[in-house]
């Protein structure tokens, strides 16, 4: 064993680094319960690794007796490589995810029952033919197809599976009883379908079927009732850590919790900032409640960045005081200054792609460049522009749904049917789109003439239909006929409107609960593909060759290419330069975010992990259309933009000892003199109350909600913070006139 200081210097000889002094007290203060919230840039993996170390190292504890565990396969390899790295002479604890360990603890338990099991996930979703007795198929995602089918009726398509997905793996890590079921989510009939799903796996198969939730589900149930089961692992670990644990579900801190249950000593290491999962199941509410658990709880606090400039720090701190639940931080940094972050609005998304392509051909280092959007559908337009310009990119998260989505498909099917209407399957999958009003019935019908004749003549001559149809039925026709041989994007322009497929869009999304911005931007992101493509096999061909750059793109890790992202999947990863894009209301927060804090504090710290992804250089874009009308700037945006007005610097102070979740953060800051008419208190604001905003001139509050209240000026509606209005003393009162 070494003494500590010797233990110091070793570090520092191996790895050059000088540990801070909050990581030298998060790595020796090591018995006993211990929180440490980690900001970001702040080097809580490191801190991790040396904790273990000096475990190993100055406590003499046997590596094998370390549980670590932590959120992904690649966290967990990135854990191991730098524990290598830091003592390559000593064997490595036991680093592994929280799925891995309770599928350990599953497989063990299940042995002992003699219960034969199938996994039916991961591997398992690329066997062929794999089918119960029945013809039922034995991988998740085929089985929840064929259950929803049973259960609704209806087809599954790739949203539905994605959200139907989402529910039950929320229900499963919130452990919710059956009776809480209907209320976990919005999908209709999904609860039925879960419930489905459960008696199969349990009954339908001489082997019990498991998915990965199901893992933790059986291991927590296992642990708690198999006593001798449980005192097995917990002599087996003496001490545990756990990383990333904002992100932990409450069956995974059950799990953990049991295991810890005997010593407590257990280390949980988050930033309930950067807590970004609740879709899936994530309790950053755990840490919050921490010391509810372990009263005799140590909190620990990593508040230095190390990777963003002071520019970026000092604002993002700002911007996450927005939140409330939450336990306040004071981060900062000892960077310099490199630039102000920028925020450009642009006219549209399709100058926002060819904006960013701009700035990417000018980059001197695409493999220090991140663009980041929330969802995938965003990187569409943007992966066409670069590969028209050559720019290479690679796609930490690349989605294909794009590609095989039912608008997709139906423009494709639309083009085809003007080259030929004697296909009657073609007619069948876009005839509810179209203005020929044309009923499942009278579908059915042409599907049995074979006469190779036009699905149209057909209809006109052979179906019973309705007084108002044949004339319209003959538009559709004609219509068709006379776009053989159009360009692509004038192609589009005539299916979405004379052929009414943007109505028929219209109807779906009220009856069926789409989104119709969503669906407007799908639309709109093929019609600008096509506007670079001369003809209609040109677009199609087109449309291949993105799909097979997409894949393509997974490989270019690590090489000079500039990475897309989502905001999700961007977290943990650091570049010189971060461009964020599509920051309008209805994306970043979206709609439904809006409709409860607890939502709208998510959206917020989603933003917040974006912006941290900046080392030097932050760029925040937005733009003023899109395609369903107007687009209004994020009220984030509007907030940064409020940040970064210029005031006296913060004072940062050193002690978080007495901090406590849900406090506001005191500000050393001298707010400005206020006067007789200020406004200092959120009450004294309503709807309808005309003020004036000391930077922008007279207003009228249009809404109030939460910490957002949005104002109407000369120049249009402004979305403010109303906690950075009253500590700026920014707001006045107009006396009546």
Not at 171 to 179: Q, Y
Request: aromatic share 6%.
């Amino acid at each position: 064993m070494y003494d500590e200081q010797a233990y110091w210097d070793e570090i520092k000889m191996t790895t050059g680094v000088e540990p801070s002094d909050a990581q030298r007290q998060a790595a020796t203060e090591t018995d006993g319960p211990m929180l440490l919230l980690a900001v970001p840039g702040s080097g809580k993996t490191t801190t991790v690794i040396l904790r273990i170390g000096y475990l190993v190292r100055v406590r003499g504890v046997d590596p094998s007796r370390i549980k670590a565990v932590t959120f992904s396969r690649a966290s967990a390899q990135d854990m191991r490589d730098r524990y290598a790295r830091l003592l390559p002479d000593q064997t490595p604890p036991a680093f592994s995810t929280i799925h891995s360990l309770a599928f350990e603890v599953t497989r063990e338990h299940l042995r002992r029952l003699g219960q034969p099991y199938r996994i039916i996930e991961g591997d398992a979703e690329s066997e062929e033919a794999a089918v119960s007795a029945d013809g039922t198929p034995l991988h998740k995602r085929a089985l929840l197809r064929e259950l929803y089918k049973r259960v609704t009726g209806s087809v599954l398509g790739e949203e539905g599976m994605e959200e139907l997905t989402a529910y039950i793996s929320a229900v499963k890590n919130r452990l919710l009883p059956r009776d809480q079921w209907e209320q976990a989510g919005t999908m209709e009939q999904a609860a039925e379908v879960l419930e489905a799903y459960e008696r199969f796996k349990q009954s339908g198969h001489t082997q019990r079927l498991l998915d990965y939730d199901d893992m933790l589900t059986i291991a927590e149930q296992a642990l708690g009732e198999d006593d001798e089961l449980l005192g097995r692992y917990q002599r087996r670990y003496d001490y545990i850590l756990t990383d990333e644990s904002q992100d932990t579900s409450l069956v995974q801190h059950a799990i953990i919790a049991r295991l810890a249950a005997s010593h407590r000593n257990l280390c949980v290491v988050g930033d309930d900032d950067q807590s970004i999962y609740s879709w899936r199941g994530a309790e950053p509410a755990y840490l919050l409640r921490f010391r509810e658990v372990y009263p005799e709880a140590r909190i620990l606090y990593m508040e230095q960045n190390y990777r963003s400039s002071e520019d970026i720090v000092r604002v993002a701190a700002r911007f996450i005081e927005r939140n409330r639940q939450r336990y306040p931080k004071q981060m900062h940094t000892a960077n310099p200054s490199a630039e102000p972050i920028r925020i450009q609005q642009l006219g549209d998304p399709y100058e926002q792609a060819r904006y960013v392509v701009q700035q990417l051909q000018e980059a001197e280092d695409l493999k220090e460049t991140a663009v980041l959007y929330r969802n995938n559908a965003s990187s569409i337009l943007l992966m066409h522009e670069l590969d028209l310009a050559g720019v290479p990119f690679y796609m930490k998260d690349a989605d294909n749904r794009f590609f095989s989505h039912w608008v997709t498909q139906d423009i494709l099917n639309f083009m085809r049917m003007t080259y030929t209407d004697r296909r009657p399957e073609l007619l069948e999958r876009i005839h509810m789109r179209m203005s020929g009003y044309i009923s499942k019935h009278q579908m059915a019908v042409v599907r049995q003439i074979n006469n190779g004749e036009s699905v149209f003549d057909n209809l006109l001559t052979h179906v019973q239909l309705k007084d108002y149809q044949p004339k319209l039925i003959e538009e559709v026709r004609d219509t068709l006929r006379e776009m053989k041989g159009m360009p692509p994007k004038a192609a589009i322009a005539v299916i979405r409107h004379r052929l009414g497929y943007e109505r028929a869009l219209e109807t779906m999304c009220k009856r069926l609960g789409y989104r119709k911005d969503h669906l407007m931007a799908l639309v709109g992101t093929l019609e600008e593909i096509a506007g670079t493509q001369e003809t209609m096999e040109a677009f199609a061909a087109r449309l291949q060759h993105l799909q097979a750059a997409l894949g393509e793109a997974r490989g270019r890790r690590g090489r000079k290419a500039v990475t897309l992202s989502t905001f999700h999947s961007a977290k943990g990863l650091e570049f010189e330069r971060v461009y964020m894009i599509d920051l309008i209301e209805g994306v970043v927060p979206s709609s439904a975010d809006r409709e409860s804090e607890a939502l709208m504090e998510e959206a917020a710290r989603l933003f917040y992990v974006g912006m941290t992804r900046a080392k030097r250089r932050l760029e925040l874009l937005s733009y003023r259309r899109r395609e369903d009308g107007k687009a209004e700037e994020s009220g984030f945006v509007s907030r940064v933009r409020d940040i970064q007005q210029p005031s006296a610097p913060p004072t940062v102070s050193s002690s978080s000892a007495s901090r406590t979740p849900g406090q506001g953060s005191s500000s050393a800051e001298e707010p400005p003199p206020s006067g007789p008419l200020t406004i200092l208190s959120k009450t004294e604001l309503s709807t309808g109350m005309a003020l004036r905003h000391r930077l922008i001139g007279r207003g009228e509050v249009v809404s109030l909600e939460g910490d957002t209240v949005e104002i109407g000026f000369a120049g249009g509606p402004r979305r403010l913070s109303v906690q950075i209005c009253l500590e700026r003393r920014l707001l006045e009162r107009l006396e009546a006139i």
